[in-house]
């Protein structure tokens, strides 16, 4: 009979069908229903032996069956009964009473509780009508405040179940639970996440160089560049834990299992609003946003800035003559300025203060510091001509 068996399983093996030899109590499985007379309900769960389900667990309010034979079902590996293997239709342990929390310690089948209270180094659990103990570490994935789980109905795994003299010591965790739950949801993620993808995800924690954003499974990170199209914004300004956000997924790597995000590339480019709307020449109300060692950056609007560089702005001080940008303008004022040209490949555009019209000699000489200011060169070419137009006589500027 022995080399039978070892015949049908070497066919089986030599036909392609791959069978199971067995199962972890708790373990999900789909099955077909192969029979539902008698006292059970037969199901092919892939393996070489049929298992095993109370047909009570079927039997509805008015006494029909939920399952029909050849009806695909999902349930859950209890364990071995009398040489059978035994499996559940209900996902969580239902009743009250000790032997309910036996049940679901031996099958490793999630039960529901209440957190009644906060004790020492953790949660007293309502389990079945018994007193159960949640460490902290166990309640859930990330820190979780008291106010937020107490009172609540939780699903727990029983991880410890014994008595001793002092009586029976149940131990439940909410977190392995969560975890697994979060372990198929990763791998079924990074089986269909490609990069172009939009998404759907909730922000879970804002650090200093960026935001992550739960995917539902794992989360991404969208760095601070990516953001927003305007420079120096807060991330805190933005989003906050627990906001829904759309994001772009720039990249995935599948093996260290790391997701970049984007939040401002499903939004428009302000360089192509800017570019539809404004040519060199134009001119419009900026406002100066930041003021560097070279000059001040101007605001155009927002996610478009522009520069003023000093020998530009020379031009807003009597003496046409600046050492900082500090000395005419500063962070937060508006300007009207004039477009002097715009590099589109490079997101640079230069400006220049607008100031009323001066005489024409007075307006040259302006025009010439400013330029002088902004190439040293320029500024030596302009006094050597000074110096012949005066023809080197120190004296040929004064009048007699």
């Known amino acids: 009979m022995a080399d039978a068996k070892a015949d049908f399983a070497a066919m089986l093996a030599a036909g392609g069908l791959n069978y199971r030899k067995g199962f972890n109590p708790g373990e999900a499985v789909t099955a077909r229903v192969v029979s539902t007379k008698g006292n059970y309900v037969v199901l092919d769960v892939g393996a070489k032996d049929e298992g095993i389900l109370s047909k009570e667990e079927f039997i509805l309010d008015d006494g029909t069956l939920r399952a029909q034979e050849g009806e695909r079902i999902k349930v859950w590996f209890v364990g071995m009964r009398q040489g059978n293997m035994t499996f559940t239709a209900r996902n969580k342990a239902i009743g009250r009473g000790n032997a309910v929390l036996q049940q679901a310690y031996d099958a490793k089948t999630p039960i529901d509780g209440i957190v009644k209270a906060e004790v020492k180094g953790g949660y007293e659990i309502d389990l079945a009508g018994q007193r159960a103990f949640c460490p902290y570490s166990q309640i859930g994935l990330y820190r979780t405040e008291p106010s937020e789980v107490v009172g609540t109905r939780q699903t727990f795994l029983i991880t410890e179940y014994a008595e001793d003299e002092r009586g029976l010591n149940v131990l439940v965790s909410r977190r392995v639970l969560l975890e697994k739950e979060r372990t198929e949801k990763r791998t079924a993620l990074f089986a269909e996440l490609a990069e172009g993808q939009t998404r759907e995800g909730t922000v879970t924690r804002i650090m200093d160089f960026g935001v992550f954003v739960d995917l539902g499974g794992a989360e991404g990170l969208v ?177 007699l």
């Open 223 to 399: 760095s601070m560049r990516e953001l927003s199209w305007e420079r120096n914004v807060k991330a805190e300004d933005l989003v906050k834990p627990g906001d829904t956000v759309e994001v772009l997924v720039q990249r995935v790597d599948q093996v260290t299992e790391r997701i970049s995000l984007s939040l401002r590339a499903l939004r428009q480019n302000p360089w192509d609003a800017f570019m539809a709307q404004y040519r060199a020449g134009d001119v419009l109300k900026a406002k100066i946003v930041r003021i560097a060692t070279f000059g001040a950056f101007a605001q155009l609007m927002p996610g478009v800035d522009g520069l003023l560089s000093n020998g530009r702005l020379a031009a807003l001080s009597k003496t046409n003559r600046i050492a900082s940008a500090h000395e005419v303008v500063e962070e937060g004022q508006i300007l009207e300025v004039k477009i002097d040209s715009i590099d589109a490949d490079a997101h640079k555009i230069a400006l220049r203060p607008v100031v009323a019209e001066a005489a024409p000699a007075a307006k040259a000489d302006a025009t010439a510091e400013a330029e002088a200011q902004d190439d040293p060169m320029e500024w030596i070419r302009a006094n050597k001509v000074k110096n012949a137009e005066m023809g080197n006589n120190p004296f040929a500027s004064l009048s």
